[in-house]
């Protein structure tokens, strides 16, 4: 089936090709890179004594894995959006959530690290969710502070102190 120029479009001119829901760009892939890279540098530096693998095991074998693992992710990808913002570099959030993007890799690389001890990609589909869920009520919580106001009605409790959450992300 031929595609149609948009409305008001030159007739006989090539229309550019639509980019793909999940095609990433170069630059994206990129950012999955940094992304990537800078978070296993994080789950792989020592903490407390413990390690990041060390710290994730503990959350695998605890009660309710899949909500403790999209914690860890939530943590660590508002660590490294930070980082890389403080070090002057833009990562695109999209990257994030991307089929094949930075998460699945990362999940791929702590799948690794793990030897497959723990059905961490298996997880994953349930933990994207809840990761997703996580940030969009983190934003809401951020932009009413920063706008100076509480959260709407019906808004998510803020998230637990950071001596609550584990123990590789709590920096201070």
Same mark, same amino acid.
């Given at each position: 089936?031929?595609?149609?120029?948009?409305?008001?479009?030159?007739?006989?001119?090539? &229309?550019?090709?639509?980019?793909?829901?999940?095609?990433? /760009?170069?630059?994206?892939?990129?950012?999955?890179?940094?992304?990537?890279?800078?978070?296993?540098?994080?789950?792989?530096?020592?903490?407390? +004594?413990?390690?990041?693998?060390?710290?994730?095991?503990?959350?695998? /074998?605890?009660?309710?894995?899949?909500?403790?693992?999209?914690?860890?992710?939530?943590?660590?990808?508002?660590?490294?959006?930070?980082?890389?913002?403080?070090? +002057? @570099?833009?990562?695109?959030?999209?990257?994030?959530?991307?089929?094949?993007? !930075?998460?699945?890799?990362?999940?791929?690389?702590?799948?690794?690290? @793990?030897?497959?001890?723990?059905?961490?990609?298996?997880?994953?589909?349930?933990?994207?969710?809840?990761?997703?869920?996580?940030?969009?009520?983190?934003?809401?919580?951020?932009? !009413?502070?920063?706008?100076? +106001?509480?959260?709407?009605?019906?808004?998510?409790?803020? &998230?637990?102190?950071?001596?609550?959450?584990?123990? @590789? @992300? !709590?920096?201070?």
């Amino acid at each position: 089936m031929q595609q149609m120029p948009p409305m008001g479009a030159p007739q006989g001119q090539p &229309q550019e090709p639509e980019m793909e829901v999940n095609q990433l /760009s170069e630059e994206d892939e990129k950012d999955i890179d940094i992304a990537v890279a800078r978070a296993m540098e994080f789950i792989q530096s020592p903490e407390g +004594g413990q390690d990041g693998t060390e710290v994730l095991v503990k959350l695998l /074998s605890g009660k309710n894995p899949e909500q403790q693992l999209a914690m860890f992710f939530t943590q660590m990808i508002e660590a490294v959006m930070t980082d890389a913002q403080d070090a +002057g @570099l833009e990562i695109n959030p999209v990257v994030w959530f991307a089929e094949g993007g !930075a998460i699945d890799e990362i999940a791929n690389e702590l799948d690794d690290l @793990l030897q497959g001890q723990f059905d961490i990609i298996g997880m994953m589909d349930a933990v994207k969710e809840q990761i997703r869920k996580m940030l969009g009520e983190r934003g809401q919580q951020l932009k !009413a502070q920063m706008e100076g +106001g509480q959260p709407q009605e019906g808004a998510p409790p803020e &998230q637990p102190p950071m001596q609550e959450r584990p123990p @590789l @992300l !709590a920096r201070g």
